[in-house]
């Protein structure tokens, strides 16, 4: 077990599945006592009894500010303190390609999950640090915050906001000794990008998998692909003490896709001039 965390009390939000799951696994490895909140009660509370005494599971809906405050309360009584809150739980909402096809009712609840839960996660843990001698707030937030392209507009809505919200609260909150600071993740294998749905056989879902990949990649300098414990290990980074002069920042954890455009259009264009003189 590494130390980089001894001593800390960490409530992680979406904590169920993908890069909460992996941030939860990592803070507990690296010493802390944590929370991890989720809709999903199942998957939760198994994590929570694999990882043991150091985490404990709470349901909760981020898009309820009472729920949120709850998390909080459990987290201090249970476990005497937080010192950092992960606000990573999200959704992409619906999958239509095209913003004429949208359903502004969906807006709505990713708003309600991906900002209003970050924002009420934020005050809420805020709040408490404030009294006692500070804290680390980490927001997930998402390449698709500050790319815009298309499809996924209230995604991208939610995440942009997120982002400003977050280096506007660290200003805000600096004089209290809380740092807050922003991931965005690039395209990370979880069950937000498998592009499955709960009608695919696990064959048909390995299928598509295959299939979307390359095409993930195309965009990524980098042709790894981004896994949750990429994320975790930032999300460590920034929430622990190493990043005590952090604070107001946006991450990329995207294997180079905000860096630019991997297509090296030079070569396009020479290729190109090239075929046409030869034709
Ligand atoms: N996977 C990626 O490529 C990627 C890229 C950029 C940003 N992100 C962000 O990372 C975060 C985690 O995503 P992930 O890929 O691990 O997804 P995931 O679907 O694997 O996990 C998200 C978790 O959030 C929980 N959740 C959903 N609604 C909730 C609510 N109202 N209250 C509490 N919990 C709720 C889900 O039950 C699930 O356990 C999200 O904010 C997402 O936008 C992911």
Known sequence: MGG???????VITGAASGIGRAAAELFVKEGAKVVLADIDAQHGEELAAQLGAAAAFRRTDVADAAQVQALVDFAVAHHGGLHIMFNNAGI????????LDDDLKDFQRVIGINLFGVMTGSQCAARHMARNGGGSIVNNASIAGVLPGHAL??????????ILFSKSIAIDLAEYGIRVNCLAPGHIRTPLTSFGGPGLSPEQAERVKAAVSPVFDSNQPLKRHGRPEDVAQAALFLASDRAAQVTG????VDGGITAGDPVNHL?????ARNQALAG
């Open 4 to 10: 980089e965390l001894a001593g800390k009390v960490a």
């Open 92 to 99: 992409s909402g619906a999958m239509h390609d095209r913003f």
């Open 153 to 162: 507009m209230s995604y991208r809505a939610s995440k942009a906001a997120v």
């Open 249 to 252: 920042i946006l991450m990329p």
């Open 267 to 271: 070569a396009e264009i020479l290729k």
